[in-house]
């Protein structure tokens, strides 16, 4: 090996070393981005990158690599910028830009949604979960899923999942849901024995369902119906989806609106692997669990009150691996650099167990 070989062996050796260092940095400077977007602090901080630089340089033995190492930190500090910019990064144009995984097919009211705000550059996965591994697995940049329906309530599958998955919520949008019963084209109500839907659409049509003797079909989506029905072409069979899906799948509607809810609408998250800074956003989420001793929820709660936040909806969900407590689901209004809303987020992430910061963020695609 000749003198060259080595000495270039010597910054393969070193170079390894340091890409294993740099990634470790990294990953700090990807969680200091996070910590500084929960509290509505500046990415930059001249005062503080002007004094680590000087540092950096001083230690550096041999001067005359003194402005190489300076420079060398300067790309180095760059593109941590760019890293908790791009965790912090704002809307544009009230638009999110990216692809987008939803449950279900097409004609679904999740493919709905999703079409809201991201028009075609959506596509459809078989459930909630998939929507979820596919957003953290970096497939999707965004994912779109019910969380509520006005009639019904929470979607507590989802609920559970934002808890398992560690995603945020950069996003909403509502769709107006009309279900309607629908049939193969040469099919009559009199013919209808047995129904396929989502359990949300039989849920929400329960008044109209209550006198029919008919056989119910939970399937995982309302459009996956639709499309069952029609591949199956038995009169004696129906769906209960919207009429966008019965039209995509040359179904005939039998009965229109039959949700017994005339105001009828679901709430739609999108997730992200990031959150969302934005002066604009109005709705915060967050989850966690309080103290398991007698009035800690509404000591928890208190710091809300006493900051003069509002909030919207909570929502408890059992902890699976600790009998008797509960995870607490909790939407506020307001935006984290709101001085007040700070404070309480604040005291509450120390007072709380489990606590965990899901978005700050706003209504799109409307």
Known sequence: MNELDVQRKIIDEVDSELVALLEKRMTACEEIGRIKMNNGMKVLDAERERLILADRVSRAEKREYHRHIEEIFKCMMAESRRLQKSIARSYDSGKLSGRAAYQGVDGSFGSEAAASVFEDNIYNVRTFEDVFVEVVLGRADYGVLP????STGSIIDVLDLLGKYEVYIVGETYVDVRQCLVGTPDAEIDDVAQVYSHEQGFYQSREYLADKDWIQNKVVNTAIAASM????????????????????YGLKILKSNINFASNNRTRFIIIG???????TNSKI???FSAPHVSGSLCEALGFFRDNGVNM????SRPIAEQHGDYMFFVDLEGNVSSTNVNEALQKLQSYATNYRFLGNYRSLGQ
Do not use: L, Q
């Not at 069979?237 to 039209?247: G, L, N, P, T, V």
């Not at 692997?273 to 002066?279: F, L, Y």
């Not at 919207?312 to 929502?315: Q, R």
């Open 147 to 150: 969380v509520e329906n006005y």
């Open 285 to 287: 989420s967050i989850m």
């Open 273 to 279: 692997r990031t959150p969302i800074i934005d002066k």
């Open 312 to 315: 919207v909806k909570i929502e």
């Open 229 to 248: 029905v029609s591949e199956m072409g038995d009169r004696s069979k129906a769906a209960i989806c919207s009429a966008r899906a019965a039209e995509i």
